[in-house]
Structures are given as structure tokens and as C-alpha cells.
């Protein structure tokens, strides 16, 4: 039995449909301590099923170590959308709400036109160091994929920034380290920290404090 519903599969066949461009999805999986890593497989699956522009990768992070390190994986799952610098970063299922985060994701790239605002595209265009964001979740949390994507928003537009949701609850380890209590949290370059899906104008603020 599926993890999708049969309208859910309709819409998104609508959705990839329009699709112009083939998107590329690399799961990395472990056999060990991965307890959501059949049902992230799963998932993954069923939409690439639905269109041939969808092509899925899987991987055992053990045993593909060199491919690991290309993509900079640290742990699993990791679901990993390719594009030029491979930095659009799900760690943990995206599934509950993150699922709206990544079939956005998809479409975006699969378009090549990304739903970003001005003020967001300016600004990541002017982004030319490293930088890494950090978006703690959870599935439950409605407020969360606006945060998820803001980042991903601003990594598909500046190559050099690396965006990873993190579910905070299958990472406790993470979540300690960077004492989440609440979600969205979110962890700029480790030295800027905030909380809650904050307005493009506020986010942008944020990176300029972690810079």
C-alpha cells in the first residue's frame, strides 16, 4: 500500500505535467539507526513514479562513501535535489507538512522559475561566500515550510549557499546541539540563530547579521 493518496497523485500529475526540465532526486539511505529511511524511500518512489521528468537515485551511504562525499552528506535519510552545486538538503522524511516543501522544491527547479520575491532574488544575487542554513522542523509544524523554503529559495538563486532541513525529532543529537526548543529554528553559518518563519525583509536582516 502506497503512502500517497489517490488525489494526491492527481494533483501532482497535474503539477509535473508542466514540467520543462528533468529534476533529479538522490535519497541516501543507511541500514543502520535510520528508522524513517524505508518510509522516506517510499515516498520518493511514489513521485517519481508519477512522471518520467522525476528521476530518483538511491544510495547506501556506507557503501557509496565517495558519492556521500560529493553530495557533503552527514547523515540519513538524506534527500538531496540536484542542481548545480547540490545543495537543496532534506534530512529526515518529508513527509506532513514538509511534503508541500519539497513537490514546491521540485516544481521550481523543474521549471527553472523560481517563486521568489524581488526583494529575496536581489539579494541572494549579491550572496558570493559560503554560507549554510540550518532549518529545524518538525512534520506537525504548519509554520515550517515557509521557512524551509525561503532558504532553498535563496540556495537555488546563490550557489553557494547550502539549505538543510532537519527534522528535529529523528536528529536529537542536532537538536541538543543547537538548543532547539521550538520550530522553525534556524541556524545561520552557527553564529546567527532565530525562530519562526520570519518575512523575506527579516530573513534577509538575519543573513546580513551572520556575514
Do not use: W
Not at 503539477?15 to 520518493?44: G, P, Q, R
Not at 538511491?58 to 540519513?76: G, L, Y
Not at 554560507?131 to 506537525?140: G, P
Amino acid at each position: 500500500m502506497g503512502l500517497l493518496e489517490k488525489q494526491d497523485k492527481i494533483f501532482l500529475q497535474e503539477e509535473f505535467n508542466k514540467l520543462a526540465n528533468e529534476v533529479k532526486i538522490n535519497l541516501f539511505m543507511s541500514e543502520n539507526d535510520c528508522i524513517y529511511c524505508k518510509d522516506t524511500k517510499m515516498i520518493l518512489e511514489e513521485i517519481a513514479e508519477i512522471s518520467d521528468k522525476i528521476k530518483l537515485s538511491v544510495f547506501d551511504m556506507d557503501k557509496n562513501k565517495d558519492i556521500a562525499n560529493k553530495f557533503k552528506v552527514e547523515r540519513t535519510p538524506a534527500t538531496i535535489l540536484e542542481g548545480e552545486k547540490n545543495n537543496l538538503v532534506f534530512y529526515g522524511i518529508p513527509a506532513g507538512y514538509e511534503f508541500s516543501s519539497l513537490i514546491e522544491d521540485i516544481i521550481d527547479l523543474g521549471n527553472n522559475d523560481f517563486d521568489i520575491s524581488e526583494e529575496l532574488k536581489k539579494f541572494a544575487e549579491t550572496l558570493d561566500k559560503d554560507m549554510n542554513i540550518k532549518i529545524f522542523v518538525t512534520t506537525s509544524c504548519p509554520h515550517c515550510p515557509k521557512a524551509v523554503r525561503t532558504a532553498h529559495k535563496l540556495a537555488m538563486i546563490a550557489p553557494n549557499v547550502r539549505a538543510e532541513m532537519i527534522e528535529a525529532q529523528e536528529f536529537p543529537d542536532l537538536s541538543s546541539r543547537y538548543n532547539v526548543s521550538a520550530v522553525p529554528r534556524v541556524v545561520i553559518n552557527e553564529n546567527t540563530y532565530f525562530e519562526g518563519a520570519l518575512p523575506d525583509r527579516q530573513y534577509i536582516e538575519k543573513i546580513k547579521e551572520a556575514i
